[in-house]
């Protein structure tokens, strides 16, 4: 909160005679500077909150996993004990534990808002393709922590999601099985595999920091986009980040965690499910094995390949439906690598895309009852319920309405997106983020008249 | 007007997608036979556990389920966190043959002290499979948590025994044949699949004795409310501290977030966007 | 911000900035309380958990224990020593004037009421934590004919009270109590009668 509102260029910042020694070993003070007098575009709305509060619960999620990690034990026979010790002897362990638990649920919560905010105003568009590429593998690297830290309290789920997932790569031709045998280190998942995943837990979050920290450094490279999705061209577009958007981003941190709060504290098995509350037991399975949610529209995907056209030749000759399934679950994260390519229209911000923003809400929707499918028996006819106020029968499996959006989500992106980006007439596009075309509609309309003095024209 | 549009959007799109995740933590377990609902003095954001109801339920736990049922995750110790007295388990604590090594160096077995778990009767999960039919019967420390519809489902489970007969009459089998529970089975209209290899617990009112004062009659129906309320303090002992403070964080949290929200508007007054 | 809305503005009442000062003071402090609150939880994991500080007990047969004989028995992951002394131990012991002795204590306070012979310890040295010699026949016992630390070189008397080196206090002694003439229990406090030097 202090006066660097109205200051200039770094260099001509004045320091004591310390601060001169230190700057000059190290550039502590001007980095510092940077990152208050960091020009933001002045319209970031609140879909932009999500990357800081992102970066704040990773950093959560490393601090109470190391006091987690304190208490406990990567061995069959004592992690799942070991879990309930933290949960019941531990001082405020319980508190750690469901903080933790819940906030990974969390972090997708954050991380996807801020892939679909990426998607729908073009940030993947350039210059901004190796923000968009670093952030993939965050989610990349945030799914393989996920799926082996929910390994890690041994119980029922946490056994045969490992399994499952494993027996994934058992899907590549000819090599899949060794894949399995050394991903397990024995015969099946077993103590080997539970030590090897508790190690990697601990070590995938800060590879994380360390992409997180690449992520930003390219983001100040060529600065962040904005709603408009127009370049900021002259310091009357731009604010500087201190600030305006600590506090921006401090507000949207409080709704945020009062949300991990209320989880936490008044839901904190929510997310979770019953089984993992008995512990693994390699010789039976539970009725119904379910993915956390934040994977399950990747399980629906995975699951519409089923045996049908596969077992036909010259189909069967190629591929088989299991390998398919998983070269399509991956597909759907990798497919995202693409976007730069696959987007082939001129403007970014689909403020200005009539069309293309009525197929990016089919998107997201698509997504949802991916999920939804994921969440139930693939054969069983699905009921559309919301907390009792309404509940028809479609009249078809979840596997046939898996099937129709795995369908749709690739469509989206092979077909929709680029022809989409071709055909389409986009509205006119403002000059500049402080001055919005006259008559551009919803876009703060009259904001060309302002005549009050922005914050950069008092320095 | 776009900001309003999009926070709607948001809004259904977050419903939507936890929604997505309902059928399978909320649904009750049991071939969709949806669970008794009992008003339970946990539940609810001020829920807090009903001490005496706790004690009472310990009774029915030491006298009925132990006999087969362990506790493993809770200690004896932790017993006297939710004021029950010693005296009320030197029953169990001197009937539970503990594992030790004496100073001959022979393996011999001593009573239960304060700082160990409720262990089963059992030796190990072999005798105890070969003491009920091949099948150990399950820990009950977590039960409640593991459990879809947790309270309430027990609670079903424990009261919602049927007689061969209504057995054959109401449920089928997989093969659409009347279900008949051959002996050493029972039928239970809560259990998946209805065949249950547990013989109903609690069958006769007064089974155990409710001789506190005020204690109410004990109906199969209270023991098994009691029980039941016992089995979630096991698996949730935190529960009270977890909503007493969950309170305080949530209240912080509003004001400190309306402080900020204060202060953002305030500094971006003059900023036009 | 503040000084420099002042400078821009200058025709604003100067309430509104003691009203935005008063604010971002509230706000700091409400933030760092609130990190402080969290902060407590994260360390006090660390202390000692619940079953860790569950009274624990531990039961010890004195009767092989033979006169000058000493044993080591395990209480709370620390070496307990028993002694069982012989008379010209105990003498040697109580004929130490206290202003001799660095840390002043009677033999008396030290054992049980009628059961002089037996001299229970913590086996930890009080400088840095090792464990001294002296449990075995032959091994090093110190000028003082109790223990010795070989660590730093701490002496201590037939009574386990520091009497040479770098220790700066006695070896203590555990709550334990007789439960019967050969038999006690560390980590109970003793009955009010027998209390040690009562």
Redesign the interface.
């Known amino acids: 909160m202090s006066a660097n509102a109205g200051h200039g260029a770094p260099q001509g910042t004045p320091r004591g005679r310390t601060a001169n020694w230190i700057e000059r070993r190290l550039p502590v003070f001007s980095t510092m500077e940077h990152f208050s007098q960091y020009p933001t575009p002045k319209n970031l709305n609140y879909w932009w909150n999500f990357g800081s509060i992102a970066g704040f619960v990773l950093v959560a999620m490393i601090v109470t996993g190391i006091v987690l990690a304190m208490h406990y034990t990567p061995h069959v026979d004592h992690a799942f004990n070991s879990v309930e010790r933290i949960m019941r002897d531990v001082n405020y362990g319980w508190l750690i534990r469901y903080l933790h638990a819940n906030g990974g649920a969390m972090f997708f919560l954050v991380v996807y808002i801020h892939l679909f905010r990426g998607l729908y105003y073009g940030s993947y568009k350039a210059p901004r393709e190796i923000i968009w590429w670093l952030g993939i593998i965050i989610l990349l690297l945030m799914m393989a922590t996920a799926f082996m830290g929910y390994v890690l309290p041994w119980g029922q789920m946490s056994f045969w999601a490992a399994k499952v997932i494993t027996n994934l790569f058992s899907a590549i031709p000819w090599v899949g099985e060794s894949i399995t045998t050394w991903l397990w280190g024995g015969f099946t998942v077993d103590n080997p595999t539970l030590n090897r995943f508790f190690s990697l837990h601990y070590l995938l979050p800060f590879v994380i920091v360390g992409v997180v920290v690449l992520h930003i450094a390219a983001l100040h490279t060529v600065k962040s986009g904005n709603p408009l999705g127009v370049e900021a061209k002259t310091p009357k577009d731009t604010i500087p980040f201190h600030p305006y958007y600590t506090v921006k981003d401090l507000f949207g941190l409080g709704v945020f965690m009062l949300v991990w709060a209320f989880f936490v504290f008044y839901a904190p098995n929510f997310m979770g499910h019953p089984d993992n509350y008995i512990p693994a037991d390699s010789l039976a399975t539970p009725a119904h094995i379910v993915p956390e949610w934040y994977f399950l529209p990747y399980y629906a995907i995975l699951r519409a390949f089923t045996a049908d056209f596969f077992m036909y030749w010259p189909i069967s000759w190629l591929i088989t439906a299991k390998f398919a399934g998983v070269i399509a679950m991956f597909g759907s994260l990798l497919i995202l690598f693409l976007m730069p390519w696959l987007d082939t229209s001129e403007v970014r911000s689909s403020r200005f895309r009539p069309i293309y923003k009525i197929f990016f809400w089919v998107f997201v929707i698509d997504t949802i009852i991916l999920g939804y499918v994921g969440a139930n028996a693939p054969d069983e006819v699905a009921h559309i319920a919301l907390l009792g106020l309404f509940d028809f029968s479609t009249g078809l499996t979840w596997l046939t309405i898996g099937e129709i959006t795995t369908f749709w989500y690739f469509f989206h992106f092979i077909i929709l997106v680029p022809v989409i980006g071709r055909m389409e007439r986009p509205r006119p596009l403002p000059h500049s983020i402080s001055e919005p075309v006259l008559g551009g509609g919803a876009v703060g309309g009259g904001a060309a008249a302002q005549s009050r003095p922005g914050p950069m024209e008092k320095a | ?3 309003v549009r ?2 709607f ?2 809004g259904v ?1 977050a ?11 909320v649904m009750a377990a049991g071939d969709g036979v949806k669970a008794k609902s009992v008003d339970w003095s946990f539940y609810g ?1 001020f829920g807090t556990f009903d001490r005496a109801q706790i004690k009472r339920g310990w009774k029915v736990y030491a006298k009925v389920c132990a006999s087969c049922h362990g506790l493993k ?3 004896y ?2 017993l006297l966190t939710i004021g029950i007295e010693p005296k009320a388990m030197k029953e169990m604590m001197t009937s539970r043959k503990m594992p030790m090594i004496d ?1 001959a160096g022979d393996a011999v077995t001593r009573a239960a ?3 160990d778990p409720i262990t089963a009767p059992f030796a190990n999960d072999v005798a105890a499979a070969k003491a009920n039919n091949g099948k150990a019967p ?1 820990d009950l ?2 039960i409640v ?4 519809g ?1 309270a309430n489902y027990i609670y079903s489970l424990l009261t919602g025994y049927v007689t061969a007969a209504a057995c054959e009459k109401e449920y089928k089998g997989s093969d659409g044949k009347p279900l008949k529970p051959e002996s050493g089975q029972s039928c239970n209209t809560y259990f ?1 699949g209805h065949i249950i290899a547990m013989a109903p617990p609690l069958a006769s009112e007064g089974q155990v004795d409710y001789d506190e004062k005020g204690a109410p009659k004990a109906t199969v129906s209270q023991m098994a409310m009691d029980v039941t309320a016992f089995l979630a303090w096991a ?1 949730e ?2 529960l009270e ?3 007493r ?3 305080r ?2 209240l ?6 309306g ?6 508007r ?3 007054r ?4 | 911000m503040a000084a420099d809305d002042q400078a821009a503005h200058g025709t604003e009442g100067s309430d509104e900035h003691s009203r935005r000062d008063f604010l971002y003071i509230a706000t700091g402090a409400f933030t760092a309380f609130g990190a402080a609150a969290v902060a407590w939880p994260l360390l006090d994991t660390l202390n000692p958990a619940a079953d860790t500080l569950a009274a624990s007990t531990v039961d010890v047969d004195l009767a092989p224990i033979k006169p000058g004989q000493r044993i080591t028995v395990k209480y709370r992951g620390s070496p307990v020593f028993i002694d069982r002394r012989s008379k010209v131990q105990i003498e040697e012991a109580r004929k130490v004037p206290l202003k001799d002795l660095q840390d002043p204590e009677t033999d008396e306070a030290r054992v049980h009421k009628g059961k002089d012979e037996w001299l229970v310890i913590v086996g930890v040295c009080t400088h840095l934590g090792c464990i001294p010699l002296g449990q075995t026949p032959g091994s090093k016992r110190g000028e003082f004919g109790g223990w010795f630390c070989p660590c730093h070189g701490s002496h201590y008397d037939t009574s386990g009270r520091i009497r040479k080196g770098p220790a700066p206090t006695n070896l203590p002694v555990p709550d334990y109590r007789f439960t019967s003439d050969t038999r006690i229990r560390l980590g109970e406090k003793p009955k009010e009668d027998t209390k040690a030097g009562s």
């Open positions: 007007m776009m900001r999009s926070i959007l948001a799109v419903v939507a997608g936890f929604a997505g995740t309902l059928p399978s933590s954001p995750h809770v200690y110790r932790h100073d002290k304060l700082g399950p420390s977590l948590k593991a459990r879809g947790g998946p698996a002992p935190e501290d977890r909503k403070m969950g309170l964080v949530m912080f949290l509003l004001i400190l977030t402080l900020f929200f204060v202060i953002y305030q500094v971006w003059r900023v036009k966007h």
